[in-house]
């Protein structure tokens, strides 16, 4: 279960303190809660692309090398896709028999041979990109909605987002489609993988009838809590068919909270700085929640220091596949950790990317800078702000800067926030520094960046006709092919 833009903040057990996510607030007692688990990236498609490979986004190519650290994705005029040099998760787990389904957000790339049943995937119901609309059809097509192979629609049309009230039942439909997915494998006692990647909380948030105005957050909180209705719904369906013993589940983020849009639009990060699109701890912290029961205790807390791409490693071994030899991974397993709590995987690095350069490392407790950045001060200018209420002087730099002789260090657990620096004199910062300076060293010497995916728009490849356009007289007339450079501002 993957969110969109949800932060570490939003959940009832990590003190959010409108309390209104009892259902995943369950899952945590009845599972394991991981206080440490990271994204690949502070940004939707890097760090979905990272979760299916098992792989830093800088080797998987969903990158780009038009600036230094910018954050790319795939909006509809995006060339690129998913390399076919990539081998994803639905297609290791064909080797057992797993059906694989995605309901919801794809973000790999819309273009024909990117799409999800292109890519191992046997289903699927939902969108190539972000929900973002309504579009005026001659300059900018609306999204395609689709079931398998062919779209059914577009959001704004047949998909109803309704931006005034933020009314849309799309969440109900795609709790339907991982529902029904679920009984029709069960009753042909197949095995099953369900990516369930629902977009609700990403801006312009949405929710059903019967959800909104019931929050104390906003409309953001409306979204949150028909998420966490729907999560309850799957784990009772798992426990009424007989499964929830048989079925291994997890929950997290995409990215963290957007602060952009906050309050009304946006999550929260909780007690760490800034949110989507930096590296600092908001941008790419994620609440996480596994949940297996008889495997995993009960309310258990882990701190062992865990990312998205450990889960693509981590299912490859409860289904009994063994990874793909041929290339890196950076995904480790973390069946020790989740079904015999006392393990930990001793000094796990984690990676902090921004496009194409490694602006933090963490190791234990502690959190090296090398680059900082927050945004350009022409973008903070025109009011877009990624750390609202939390500048911090020489950290949340509006320049990039380089910190590579000197990183700024801090320790995350008794600061979670980044808000004081260890002195650059003290034993304790050159102590830290030798243990961290020879893993990056490592980690960068041994680095085969993978060719990017992500530098090249073209408005004439935008979801003009998709696949089933014909059938239901949505097709649009198809620009003049013009590529050109993306530019991507952050």
């Known amino acids: 279960m993957l969110m969109d833009d949800m932060g570490w903040g939003d959940l009832g057990v990590f003190g959010q303190p409108s309390k209104e996510t009892p259902n995943l607030d369950a899952m945590a007692a009845q599972g394991m809660l ?24 800088v080797r998987n190519g969903f990158y780009t090398t038009n600036a230094h650290a910018r954050n790319a994705y795939t909006p509809q005029e995006i060339v690129g896709g998913i390399s076919k040099d990539e081998i994803l998760l639905p297609q290791m787990l064909k080797k057992k028999g797993y059906v694989s389904k995605i309901v919801g957000k794809w973000h790999l790339g819309h273009r024909p041979q990117y799409l999800p049943l292109e890519n191992g995937f046997d289903e699927w119901f939902g969108a190539p990109n972000c929900h973002f609309g309504p579009y005026n059809s001659s300059i900018r097509p609306n999204i395609p909605v689709y079931n398998n192979s062919e779209m059914l629609g577009r959001y704004y049309e047949e998909f109803k987002i309704n931006r005034k009230t933020g009314e849309s039942n799309l969440t109900e439909i795609y709790l339907m489609e991982g529902l029904d997915f679920i009984l029709r494998q069960t009753e042909a006692r197949r095995p099953f993988f369900l990516y369930w990647a629902p977009d609700a909380t990403h801006a312009p948030v949405y929710a059903s009838k019967r959800f909104l105005g019931k929050s104390q957050r906003g409309r953001y909180g409306d979204a949150v809590m028909e998420l966490d209705y729907s999560i309850g719904k799957i784990l009772s369906w798992l426990q009424t068919l007989g499964i929830d013993n048989n079925t291994f589940v997890f929950f997290t983020s995409d990215n963290g909270a957007a602060l952009i849009s906050a309050p009304n639009e946006g999550g929260s990060n909780g007690p760490f700085l800034c949110g989507k699109q930096t590296t600092f701890e908001g941008g790419m912290r994620e609440p996480a929640i596994a949940w297996w029961p008889g495997h995993i205790k009960e309310g258990t807390v882990s701190f062992q220091l865990a990312n998205v791409m450990d889960l693509f490693t981590t299912s490859l071994a409860l289904a009994g596949v063994s990874p793909p030899d041929d290339r890196t991974l950076d995904g480790l397993d973390l069946t020790p950790v989740l079904l ?31 680059w900082t950045w927050s945004n350009s001060w022409e973008e903070f200018k025109k009011g877009i702000n990624f750390c609202p209420g939390q500048e911090i002087l020489d950290v949340t730099t509006h320049d990039q800067k380089e910190h590579t002789l000197q990183p700024i260090i801090f320790h995350l657990g008794r600061d979670p926030g980044e808000k004081f ?12 520094l030798s243990r961290i300076s020879p893993v990056v060293e490592q980690h960068k010497k041994t680095l085969v960046p993978g060719a990017p995916q992500l530098n090249m728009c073209d408005v004439a490849v935008m979801n003009w006709a998709p696949a089933g356009c014909e059938k239901l007289g949505k097709c649009l007339k ?11 501002p952050h």
């Open 478 to 488: 198809v620009p003049k092919s013009e590529p050109w450079k993306c530019d991507w």
């Open 34 to 57: 991981l206080t440490n688990f990271y994204t690949a990236n502070p940004l939707c498609s890097p760090s979905r692309a990272a979760l299916l490979t098992g792989r830093l986004p």
């Open 421 to 432: 620096p260890i002195s650059v004199l003290s034993k304790e910062y050159h102590d830290v």
């Open 340 to 370: 015999n709590r006392s393990h930990t995987l001793q000094n796990r690095p984690i990676f902090y990317y921004r496009g194409n350069e490694l602006m933090a490392v963490r190791l234990g407790q502690y959190k090296a800078h090398y």
